[in-house]
């Protein structure tokens, strides 16, 4: 269970480098702290959770177009008392990285950061995708987020296509 690059682990203390109940929590302490903290926070411990609070669409879909609605994909952060630095990454929906959109952007206690729904300069293809958020804070606490969004390609067509569906529904009923 030690770090596996230690020569000699006699008189290093193991110590919880989050509160998760799995098994793989532990780390060997850190030798700045003599090699063990009684009485304080552990050396290696870190505080992550995946809470979708402090992260949210504010809509979920995007429409990079060009026409004016909702031509970005935007993210509403609000990371309590704590100044961050946020990345996103959008994954496609068979999790395979499409765009590294931000790295470590200074976003304060709350901010908006955004993706324009281009990767290599082309708009994405229409489908789902997860956009997974990951901030730091000044305190070394680190959450994450994945929040799920749809690529329309045209809205006015989609618009079109649900108006029908609808009006069919209503007809059906009688």
Not at 6 to 14: I, K, P
Not at 34 to 52: A, C, D, E, L, V
Not at 92 to 99: A, K, V
Request: glycine letters at 8%; proline letters at 2%.
């Amino acid at each position: 269970m030690h770090f596996e690059l230690l020569s000699n682990d006699e008189g290093v203390s193991l110590e919880r480098t989050h509160l998760d109940t799995s098994s793989e929590n532990w780390a060997s302490a850190s030798y700045k702290f003599k090699y063990g903290t009684p009485g304080y926070i552990n050396s290696q411990f870190r505080s992550i959770s995946n809470n979708s609070n402090f992260a949210s669409l504010v809509s979920k879909t995007i429409s990079p177009d060009g026409d004016g609605w909702e031509d970005k994909l935007l993210i509403k952060i609000n990371n309590e008392n704590n100044p961050s630095v946020v990345s996103l990454t959008i994954y496609n929906e068979f999790g395979q990285l499409l765009s590294k959109v931000k790295s470590q952007q200074l976003v304060g206690v709350s901010g908006l950061i955004e993706w324009d729904g281009l990767t290599n300069g082309r708009a994405a293809p229409m489908g789902n995708y997860i956009a997974f958020v990951q901030s730091i804070a000044s305190d070394g606490s680190i959450i994450k987020a994945k929040l799920v969004f749809t690529v329309l390609k045209n809205n006015k067509c989609v618009l079109l296509i649900i108006s029908k569906i609808f009006l069919k529904t209503l007809k059906d009923m009688g």
